[in-house]
Structures are given as structure tokens and as C-alpha cells.
């Protein structure tokens, strides 16, 4: 099969570098495979976007020569593809409508297990609707992590996969999307490795197809917090794209040609300089200064 890779920013903001990481790596992967590499807007959570975000993240992609193969999608004009597996979820008695508040979950760990609800049914409001997660543990490799394994009712409990205000929960729209795409291959940030055990189990119910999975090591700040949600989180400039595309590429393990004059050219030395096993594994703190 041939490979298909995806890049998957949310609209909530500029592409900052740790995000040109993910892209850069995702984007190396599908290329040493000779697969496609897809752009996909994760635009479902309106209260959070930023007013021109997604189509400033999309321009900032294609100055550093990060081009995808084909249309953008964007997950704000697929809600009937959603509606259709929360339905088939719902059929199959998987998902259940839930009334419990953060606080009302907070003595049990902010978890919510066995389909068990603290607070009762409201009718003057509507409820979030959660995934019945089993006590089954969930295993999987991880292309660079190794292996690794998760217990969906201890790790997750019954997780939300559509809000009370009727939006999408980011597991389910993601699974929808990868299997509608064809992808094969997902690379992204370490900060979604919890989401994969989820992910999986949200797959199988829907008898969706199981791609391979990569974990890309976070930037972090010298406060050893996320990049993106960190003050130091500046975004990446567009009108000088070689500085930061250079620093990405270090920082990834990969071999940079300091006589580039392109982001094309110094993309194309470093797909054939590329070789997934000498990525980084581990997160590096502080990140690199733009």
C-alpha cells in the first residue's frame, strides 16, 4: 500500500517552530517512503480559532517549501461524515449522554469510568455524549517510542466525543478523517501519544483500519513546558524561512546543507540525507532560538 502521511494543524494561532517541527518531520517520513504527504485543517473547535489562522498556517507551510499532494481538507465541512460514525456508535449502544461536570468528576480523579454517571440526567440542558471505554489494555509500536500500551478505563475512562455544545471531541473526527484520507502512516507530536490508545479502540469499533504511528519528541521551553504553550512559543517567519527550516531540521537529527539558498533545495538535500533511525527520540529543553 502506498504510503499516505498527513500534517494536521489546528487554527488556534501562528505556526510556531515546535508545529514546524511536527510538519518537517511528518513531511520527511512520507518522503523517504515516496508516499503523499496531505495538509488537513483541524478547524472544529470554533471558540478557540484564531480569525485567519488556517489560512496563515497554510501560507507559512508553503514558504518554507512544505507543499501537500492534493486539496486541503478542512474538518469544519465534514460534520456529516462525523454525524455517521457518532450514529453508528450510538446504534451499537457505545456511546451514552452524560450530565457529570469536571467538578462533579474531580474525587475520582476527573475521570469517568464504566459508564457511570455522578450527576443525573437534566433535561433543561444538553448532555456531552462519552465513549464507553473497557478495563482492556491496548497495545501498539510506535515507530520511534517502541512499544507501548495503555488501559483505556484506567488511563481514559469513558472519554467525551461530542461536547455539550454539540462540537466534535478531537479523537473522533481525527479517526474519521485519517481512515476517510487513506492514511497510512500518522506522524505527529508526543504530546498525542496518550491520544492513540483511543484512538485505536475508536477504530476497531468502527472497523476502520489501524495506521502505523510515529511520536516526534516535543520542543520545550527551558521551563521544560510545551513550546505552544509557552511564552517562548514566537511564531516563525515566512519572509525568512531558512533560519528557522535549518534549526527544524537539526533539531530532528537531520544532516542541514549550510549552502542552501532555497527552502526547496534545502528540503530536498535533507530528504536525501534523511534516515528515520537517526531521528531525535527525546524531548530537548531549551528550544532552539529563532
Not at 486541503?72 to 456511546?95: D, M, P, T
Not at 454517571?117 to 471505554?133: G, M
Not at 513546558?225 to 534549526?247: C, F, M, Y
Request: net charge negative.
Amino acid at each position: 500500500m502506498r504510503y499516505r502521511g498527513r500534517f494536521a494543524p489546528s487554527p488556534t494561532g501562528a505556526l510556531h517552530f515546535g508545529s514546524l517541527v511536527a510538519a518537517v518531520g511528518s513531511w520527511l517520513v512520507a518522503r523517504h517512503a515516496g508516499g503523499d504527504w496531505l495538509l488537513r485543517v483541524e478547524d472544529i473547535d470554533p471558540p478557540r480559532e484564531v480569525p485567519g489562522a488556517a489560512g496563515g498556517i497554510l501560507a507559512t507551510l508553503d514558504a518554507f517549501g512544505l507543499h501537500g499532494d492534493g486539496p486541503v481538507v478542512y474538518q469544519s465541512q465534514r460534520q456529516a461524515l462525523y454525524e455517521a460514525a457518532f450514529e453508528r456508535l450510538r446504534e451499537a449502544g457505545q456511546v451514552f449522554p452524560c450530565w457529570c461536570s469536571r467538578a462533579d468528576l474531580a474525587p475520582y480523579g476527573g475521570l469517568h469510568r464504566d459508564g457511570h454517571c455522578i450527576a443525573p440526567p437534566d433535561p433543561s440542558r444538553p448532555p456531552a455524549w462519552r465513549l464507553r471505554s473497557p478495563d482492556e489494555t491496548v497495545r501498539w509500536n510506535d515507530d520511534l517510542q517502541g512499544p507501548q500500551e495503555e488501559n483505556l478505563r484506567e488511563v481514559a475512562g469513558d472519554v467525551v466525543i461530542r461536547r455539550v455544545e454539540g462540537l466534535w471531541a478531537y479523537q473522533l473526527a481525527c479517526v474519521v478523517d485519517d481512515a476517510d484520507q487513506g492514511i497510512t502512516h500518522v506522524v505527529r507530536g508526543a504530546d498525542l501519544l496518550d491520544s492513540t490508545a483511543r484512538q485505536i479502540h475508536l477504530q476497531r469499533l468502527l472497523d476502520l483500519p489501524t495506521p502505523g504511528y510515529l511520536h516526534l519528541p516535543l520542543v520545550l521551553d527551558a521551563e521544560g513546558r510545551k513550546l505552544s504553550k509557552s511564552a517562548a512559543s514566537l511564531p516563525v517567519d515566512p519572509a525568512d524561512p531558512l533560519p528557522a527550516l535549518r534549526q527544524a531540521l537539526a533539531w530532528l537529527g537531520v544532516a542541514v546543507d549550510r549552502g542552501a539558498t532555497m527552502p526547496d533545495g534545502l528540503l530536498a538535500t535533507a530528504q536525501e540525507a534523511f534516515k528515520p533511525a537517526a531521528l531525535r527520540r527525546s524531548s530537548l529543553t531549551p528550544a532552539p532560538a529563532l
